[in-house]
């Protein structure tokens, strides 16, 4: 055994990462001394950086006053407010929001709220899911099994429900086929769709499950115009729930609070998480529509599912400070102001590069996806492992990106995602650029040579 070892159970086993022992704005500070530019907030996470002093203020009143109660005794005030704040204006009729500690936990709730909500409707044999390939929908089981992530899934498939089924992404640049115009393009993803519902039987299909903007799995991957609409279409023609996953694309970071904003539909059920709370405190919400919860609540009166951090006081204060910073410093316009630049710096320095195949995103969440061969689209043989190593190379280099593999199929595939604070300025999203530039240049020349 080394002489060193850490007692934490990190991802890596082999090794112990660097302690972070400060941050300030869009930098985390090491124990070693560097300073890193968190150029992907984490995991999509930190949208207002680190040590905001108006969110750290308002846990530390918090705390004083009340840090936990359970929910099966009390409710919170901040819990009451950052509703309120949410849903209060009902946005496409979302209604209600239920407080949980992470994505995972808001997918797993609006899985459940689904199927309850057809119990308590007289249509129990509603018990089917589709969702896409190449999604991500969370870790725990429920939400494994509705991803599409197919590494992620593989070891604990024997596990893994068999209530949902995988359509084809709505992935231009790997599934659209040659000469296919968009609205082609669309078209068959919702005949695709159309015909998995018929083939599980209308009237059993609870859900369709997807990420207005795919996330880790296949880096910042946006819809073509019209495929929502389709989609929403096709679910209330059968009576099927449209269900989007808004972990980490939704709370402002795609330059609308929420991501479907842009898509000129509204969910039945939302999941948030990441950019709700900053990474002040894990939280993240499902946000359920009237109509769902008025079923409910006329019926059983109940929705059977909990955990013992529902609502957690202190993180509902930490989130309610962050969405009140975004809303009082007008971040939303920052986003798009911020995202447009992202946008060009990224096309300036890469748009040409004969390893980057593809340039895509929204706001301030994009990604770049580098390839063996421009003209092909073929992929690097995953043995090289060149997500990791442009990791490890921007790390070195003080940036800190969320590269991500298996980005066509699970298996082949690279891509690196950028999720800047919301905070971020011009300067330094021009020092993110840079240094991601020199990072793949440098593993780049590595690898062919």
């Known amino acids: 055994m080394a002489a060193r070892t850490s007692r934490v159970l990190h991802r890596s086993l082999r090794e112990t990462p660097p302690k972070a022992i400060g941050g300030e704005g869009v930098y985390l500070f090491a124990e070693?001394?560097?300073?890193?530019?968190?150029?992907?907030?984490?995991?999509?996470?930190?949208?207002?950086?680190?040590?905001?002093?108006?969110?750290?203020?308002?846990?530390?009143?918090?705390?004083?006053?009340?840090?936990?109660?359970?929910t099966a005794f009390f409710s919170s005030e901040p819990a009451e407010a950052l509703a309120e704040t949410l849903v209060g204006h009902e946005p496409g009729g979302l209604a209600y929001a239920y407080f949980v500690s992470g994505g995972s936990e808001a997918i797993e709730a609006s899985i459940k709220l689904a199927r309850q909500y057809f119990i308590e409707r007289g249509e129990p044999q509603r018990q089917h899911f589709i969702a896409r390939r190449q999604s991500y929908h969370g870790n725990t089981l429920g939400a494994l099994a509705a991803g599409g992530n197919t590494w992620r899934r593989a070891?604990?498939?024997?596990?893994?429900?068999?209530?949902?089924?995988?359509?084809?992404?709505?992935?231009?640049?790997?599934?659209?086929?040659?000469?296919?115009?968009?609205?082609?393009?669309?078209?068959?993803?919702?005949?695709?769709?159309?015909?998995?519902f018929q083939r599980l039987g209308p009237d059993t299909v609870a859900a369709f499950l997807a990420e207005p903007v795919v996330g880790a799995t296949a880096g910042a991957v946006t819809a073509p115009d019209g495929y929502f609409k389709a989609v929403r279409e096709i679910c209330d023609r059968h009576g099927a729930l449209l269900v989007l996953d808004e972990v980490m694309s939704g709370m402002g970071r795609t330059g609308t609070t929420h991501a479907w904003e842009q898509e000129g539909v509204a969910p039945d059920i939302q999941a948030i998480a990441k950019g709700l709370g900053g990474g002040y405190q894990p939280i993240g919400a499902m946000l359920a529509s009237g109509k769902i919860i008025d079923t409910i609540?006329?019926?059983?009166?109940?929705?059977?599912?909990?955990?013992?951090?529902?609502?957690?006081?202190?993180?509902?204060?930490?989130?309610?400070?962050?969405?009140?910073?975004?809303?009082?410093?007008?971040?939303?316009?920052?986003?798009?102001?911020?995202?447009?630049?992202?946008?060009?710096?990224?096309?300036?320095?890469?748009?040409?590069?004969?390893?980057?195949?593809?340039?895509?995103?929204?706001?301030?969440?994009?990604?770049?996806?580098?390839?063996?061969?421009?003209?092909?689209?073929?992929?690097?043989?995953?043995?090289?492992?060149?997500?990791?190593?442009?990791?490890?190379?921007?790390?070195?280099?003080?940036?800190?990106?969320?590269?991500?593999?298996?980005?066509?199929?699970?298996?082949?595939?690279d891509h690196v995602l950028l999720a800047p604070p919301y905070i971020a300025s011009a300067a330094e999203i021009d020092l993110i650029v840079d240094k991601l530039g020199t990072a793949v240049d440098n593993v780049l020349r590595s690898v062919n040579h």
């Not at 992907?40 to 705390?63: D, E, T």
């Not at 059983?300 to 930490?318: D, E």
């Not at 992929?379 to 990791?391: H, M, R, T, V």
Request: glycine content about 12%; charged content about 25%.
């Open 297 to 413: 609540r006329s019926g059983s009166g109940a929705f059977q599912h909990g955990h013992t951090y529902l609502a957690h006081p202190l993180a509902c204060a930490a989130a309610l400070a962050v969405q009140d910073v975004i809303r009082e410093d007008r971040l939303l316009d920052r986003v798009k102001e911020r995202g447009k630049q992202l946008e060009q710096r990224l096309t300036e320095r890469f748009g040409n590069h004969r390893h980057i195949g593809d340039i895509r995103g929204r706001g301030l969440f994009w990604a770049i996806e580098l390839v063996a061969d421009r003209a092909g689209r073929t992929s690097f043989d995953p043995a090289l492992k060149l997500n990791q190593k442009i990791k490890a190379e921007a790390f070195a280099n003080g940036l800190g990106c969320y590269p991500g593999g298996g980005t066509v199929d699970g298996a082949r595939g």
């Open 155 to 196: 070891p604990y498939a024997p596990l893994l429900s068999g209530a949902f089924s995988h359509v084809t992404p709505a992935f231009a640049y790997h599934e659209k086929h040659e000469g296919e115009s968009d609205a082609q393009f669309v078209a068959r993803l919702a005949a695709e769709l159309e015909a998995e």
């Open 32 to 70: 070693d001394g560097r300073r890193v530019i968190d150029a992907s907030g984490g995991a999509a996470v930190s949208c207002l950086g680190h040590q905001h002093p108006r969110v750290i203020a308002a846990m530390a009143k918090q705390a004083s006053t009340l840090a936990y109660a359970h």
